[in-house]
DNA sequence: CTCGAATCTTGACGCTGAGCAGTTTACAGC
DNA sequence: GCTGTAAACTGCTCAGCGTCAAGATTCGAG
């Protein structure tokens, strides 16, 4: 549990309690979901009172807040990882679209939270940053063969936006059954790979903007 | 507030107090999103005791679910109405996107709730019936040229989930914050024009599926 | 060693959803 | 018109929640 710290039980000081709070918040947030989370009882898990976590989030907006952070840095540091790895434009968008549909499945409650902006507010710096960066490389990942271009590029935008904005539809719909696809595993389920097709990513689109 | 009956305010007998609740409940939604719902706050707002809404809805959960069989049904009367003008297969499209868009922009907390399946549950009729017939409604709308096909036929089911998971994901996406898309009026924004011309409803797909 | 700051506990307040017993009204049968 | 039963609504109670204020304990710089 805790990550430095043996933390004998009795001590009044707990030593890492942050990185303790931030751990037992994530595992009732995935048992309870995000309108089930309790703030006392992720300090309760922890072991210590139930006022404890206020010192170092401030309030529930302040740990979902952190627990989102956390969420958005594992997102980015996984799409990272995939974005090295495929070559060709079509090959890299629907590996990075398994990932994403993945990441959603197994960590669904903080799926939930991550674009759920009203739960916590946008004060904490680290929380702006971690989401931009994951933003940016999902707008870097997704683009289409154009990616070459600087950041103001037009057509390049609308690529990757569509692109993501489909995964990220797909997604919800099918994990709350509203389409019928298989998202235990996203990776061999036909429908998104077949959706994406339609996408047709390499036209650089914008000709005819109406 | 009453539809039918003016409910004289110190009748023991509320006379309509289901459709008042419903009414006072959607106001409290809206003003404090999911999160911040509270059934007695309802209650209050509809001038009845705490528990006056047991006896019509059960619990919380029911109540939401109450409301979000309101939203299914309005969306799909929305959705029906844009599908009959339309006659080109892009331009339906087009106007059932806008329409889609407008309905979750105007009622930002409903469309929240519709798509948290969590929040409710799914033992009422009345609210599978309303879903799903917004789904058909959508499904039929969003359909490609081959709109015509019999329910089974896969690859205008997979047009139209595609659209569908496009226009979904935008709406989010830029609801949240997280595209620049202009939501106050998705009509004369350029982005979801630009990203549905890149998806070719025309084609019929799924030739190599992987 | 000392003293201020950081960390955690205890106790309290008002809010919430939910269950239970009782009161008031509507209404069908006579 | 009367009565009994079911429906609709109230009031009370309980446990859990988030948050605040005050106090206890420990850390660490000087």
Same mark, same amino acid.
Do not use: H, I, M, Q
């Given at each position: 549990m805790a990550t430095t710290e043996p933390?004998?039980?009795?001590?009044?000081h707990h030593g890492n309690l942050r990185a303790a709070l931030l751990d037992s918040?994530?595992?009732?947030?995935?048992?309870?979901?995000? +309108?089930g989370f309790s703030m006392r009882e992720a300090a309760r898990r922890a072991g210590v009172s139930q006022s404890a976590p206020k010192h170092h989030f401030g309030d529930t907006r302040g740990l979902l807040g952190a627990l989102a952070t956390r969420a958005y840095r594992r997102l980015c540091d996984q799409v990272e990882a995939v974005e090295l790895v495929g070559r060709d434009v079509r090959e890299r968008i629907a590996a990075l679209s398994a990932e994403y549909v993945?990441? +959603?499945?197994?960590?669904r409650a903080l799926f939930d939270l991550m674009?759920?902006?009203s739960q916590f507010d946008f004060n904490d710096p680290d929380l702006i940053e971690q989401k931009h960066r994951a933003l940016r490389a999902l707008d870097r990942g997704l683009r289409g063969q154009d990616a070459q271009l600087p950041d103001g590029a037009n057509?390049?935008?609308v690529s990757s936006h569509a692109v993501w904005s489909l995964v990220h539809g797909y997604t919800i719909l099918a994990l709350e059954g509203a389409i019928d696809g298989d998202t235990s595993d996203p990776l061999t389920s036909d429908l998104l790979p077949a959706m994406l097709q339609l996408l047709d990513v390499s036209q650089t689109a914008c000709d005819e903007p109406r």
């Open positions: 933390a004998s039980a009795d001590r009044y918040a994530l595992e009732v947030l995935c048992e309870k979901g995000v +309108a993945a990441f +959603a499945r197994d960590n674009w759920r902006t057509p390049a935008r």
